[in-house]
């Protein structure tokens, strides 16, 4: 099976191209999973929409270094 080229592959770190830090776009509860390294799941998800809720577009800030 062959991979988008949207799609990052899940032994590599996700491209810079698709990650957003807020500053373009509103950040999503994806982003910031993306962000932090981690799969998608909706856990995760849900854990990253409460996070943007609680602090906006500075919860990336959290994840990232």
């Known amino acids: 099976m062959s991979q988008s080229q ?3 592959d899940e032994r ?3 491209p810079d191209r698709l ?3 807020g500053s373009e ?3 999503d509860p994806e982003d910031l ?3 932090s390294g981690r799969e998608l ?3 995760r998800i849900e854990k990253a929409r409460k996070l943007i809720e609680e602090h906006g577009a500075a ?3 959290r994840v990232l270094p």
């Open 25 to 27: 776009h509103p950040i």
């Open 41 to 43: 799941t909706p856990e």
């Open 19 to 21: 990650l957003h830090t």
């Open 12 to 14: 590599m770190p996700t």
């Open 6 to 8: 949207d799609q990052p």
């Open 59 to 61: 919860a990336v800030e």
């Open 33 to 35: 999973v993306l962000a």
